[in-house]
């Protein structure tokens, strides 16, 4: 079974200052992981994702996220806070493969970033 | 229309009402989902189709309804619901030939049950 944990359920960091933001999860296979973001009144969206490639992955709006299997991490990361990145961040695992596309994917409980002018 | 589309973005019921909200998605993905998002909660997973067959039902009461016409199209008609069962209902898909788990996602539908 795989689970997903999400330290901090609200996170505040003054604006140009780093942001992380700490996901662990357990998985029975090698995972495949991912960073939603979702913006207040919308849907989620993909930030990144970890598909058994480069352990450091690159998302959107300058976003990182370090897979490290030693420590079952893949924390999220961006080296300055800017206003427009307050928003709701989901951490993800899915185990895959099942056919027809068909993906079970847990989800963390999600952290709260607050940016502080 | 590009992406996952859900309608309607507001829906308030009383509990003796029958409604319906619509997904669709224009992505040519084969598997559609239905989420809900509650405060404090994780992301439940409810419904899963993949090409067009119902493959996963997580202990959601009767009073939720799958209904997947064709891939492109996705309801859950909702009936005598509960007080508790307002919610964010997200829709998403995904079509991966690696099966990697990436989900596009609707805006959801807001859900106040009265």
């Known amino acids: 079974a795989q689970s997903v944990t999400q330290l901090g359920s609200h996170v505040s960091v003054s604006e140009g200052a780093l942001v992380l933001l700490r996901c662990n999860y357990s998985?029975?296979?090698?995972?495949?992981l991912f960073w939603y973001v979702q913006y207040p009144n919308q849907g989620l969206q993909l930030l990144l994702k970890?598909?058994?490639?480069?352990?450091l992955v690159k998302g959107i709006n300058g976003f990182e996220a370090e897979f490290k299997k030693s420590e079952t991490s893949f924390h999220l990361t961006k080296p300055s806070a800017h206003m427009s990145d307050a928003a709701e961040y989901f951490c993800?695992?899915?185990?895959?493969?099942?056919?027809?596309?068909?993906?079970?994917?847990?989800f963390g409980t999600g952290t709260k970033l607050q940016v502080i002018p | 229309e590009t992406g996952v589309t859900q309608t309607p973005r507001h829906l308030v019921m009383g509990m003796t009402n029958k409604k319906s909200l619509k997904c669709e998605q224009h992505?040519?993905?084969?598997?559609m989902y239905w989420y809900k998002q509650s405060a404090k909660k994780p992301l439940e997973l409810m419904f899963v189709?993949?090409?067009?067959?119902?493959?996963e039902n997580n202990s959601v009461p009767s009073r939720f309804s799958p209904e997947c016409p064709n891939s492109s199209h996705l309801f859950l008609h909702l009936h005598t619901l509960q007080p508790e069962d307002s919610a964010l209902y997200l829709c998403?898909?995904?079509?991966?030939?690696?099966?990697?788990?990436?989900?596009?996602f609707g805006e959801g539908s807001r859900l106040t049950v009265l």
């Open positions: 998403a898909s995904s079509q991966d030939r690696r099966n990697t788990g990436e989900l596009f």
């Open positions: 998985s029975s296979v090698p995972p495949y």
């Open positions: 970890y598909t058994s490639a480069a352990t």
């Open positions: 993800a695992v899915s185990e895959g493969p099942y056919s027809g596309g068909y993906q079970k994917v847990t």
């Open positions: 992505l040519g993905h084969n598997a």
């Open positions: 189709y993949s090409l067009e067959e119902r493959v």
